[in-house]
């Protein structure tokens, strides 16, 4: 399967594709990711990438649309991709570089700007294993440390209040608009991204129409 996931920062994106990659055992390509990791490394990609990320904008679509095509290219089939396509030409970019099967379905999470806001700023991620916490509802078992591989958690630089206002002006304004161009395709399943990350995850595999992975020792009903 192919499945983009698309909606304004601090939805759940990452989370949620995370997840459903697993479940359909699929390579998870994760653009943000990919550009903090070019970033952190110092690459040409990364030094032209920062300008764009630590201020909450849109790295320009010439850079992104050949940097997907070669992840797509070298490493998937089938896929979960989250943060691309951002804008209508990323969108239609996909379209050409997939040909005619195409993709399978947008998951379109969305919930209120205030919970978007509380979601981030109470971010915070492993900057080695990219694991995401929250500070209150998904705390680490340790302070500040991540669970998996025990690395110092942080904040991401995008994650400061002036910056997660830009980012969501930036969504409304580019972003936006592909809701409409995926729902005229027939591609678009809202869904209600509020509530417990397990809540929304059952929406999410309804939307795709697969089964929830069975819980050991739950109860029948
Ligand atoms: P990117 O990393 O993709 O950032 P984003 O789209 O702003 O999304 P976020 O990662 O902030 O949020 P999310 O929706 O993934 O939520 P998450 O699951 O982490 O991109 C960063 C930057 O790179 C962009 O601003 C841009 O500059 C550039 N870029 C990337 N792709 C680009 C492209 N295609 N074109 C141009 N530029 C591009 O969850 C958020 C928090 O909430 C976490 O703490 C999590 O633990 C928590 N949480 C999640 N779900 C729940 C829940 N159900 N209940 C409670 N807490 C939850």
Redesign the pocket.
């Given at each position: 399967m192919r499945i983009v996931?698309f909606?304004?920062?601090?939805?759940?994106?990452?989370?949620?594709?995370?997840l459903l990659a697993q479940r359909l055992n699929v390579p998870l390509i994760?653009?943000?990711?990919v550009?903090?990791e070019a970033i952190a490394s110092g690459s040409t990609l990364g030094l032209k990438?920062a300008e764009?990320?630590s201020?909450?904008?849109?790295?320009?679509?010439d850079?992104?649309i050949a940097l997907?095509k070669d992840l797509i290219e070298r490493r998937a089939h089938d896929f979960v991709l989250?943060?691309?396509?951002?804008?209508v030409k990323?969108a239609e970019a996909l379209k050409r570089a997939l040909g005619e099967k195409g993709i399978d379905a947008v998951i379109g999470?969305c919930a209120p700007l205030d919970l978007l806001i509380e979601?981030?700023s109470?971010?915070?991620?492993c900057p080695r294993c990219k694991r995401?916490?929250?500070l209150t509802?998904?705390p680490p078992k340790r302070t500040g440390r991540c669970d998996s591989c025990g690395s110092p958690l942080v904040q991401?630089e995008?994650?400061r209040e002036s910056v997660i206002k830009r980012?969501i002006e930036?969504?409304t304004k580019e972003s936006q608009p592909l809701v409409e161009w995926y729902r005229g395709k027939g591609l678009l399943r809202e869904v209600d991204?509020?509530?417990?990350?397990s809540?929304?995850f059952a929406r999410v595999c309804g939307a795709v129409e697969i089964a929830q992975p069975r819980t050991p020792n739950r109860q029948s009903p």
């Open positions: 996931f909606g304004p920062p601090g939805v759940g994106k990452g989370t949620q594709a995370h994760a653009t943000g990711d550009l903090r990438a764009y990320v201020k909450g904008e849109l790295v320009p679509d850079v992104m997907v989250d943060g691309f396509p951002r804008t990323q999470l979601r981030l109470q971010r915070r991620v995401n916490y929250h509802l998904n991401r995008d994650d980012r930036v969504y991204g509020t509530g417990a990350v809540q929304v």
